[in-house]
């Protein structure tokens, strides 16, 4: 459920300068 979250929250904000940020963040977590 987060992942989707994650991914419609991207193609909302259509921010991929912030993607891999957030990858990194959800991978350490």
Do not use: V, W
């Amino acid at each position: 459920m987060m992942s989707i979250r994650f991914m419609i929250s991207f193609q909302f904000n259509d921010d991929f300068t912030l993607l891999p940020y957030h990858l990194e963040r959800f991978a350490s977590r």
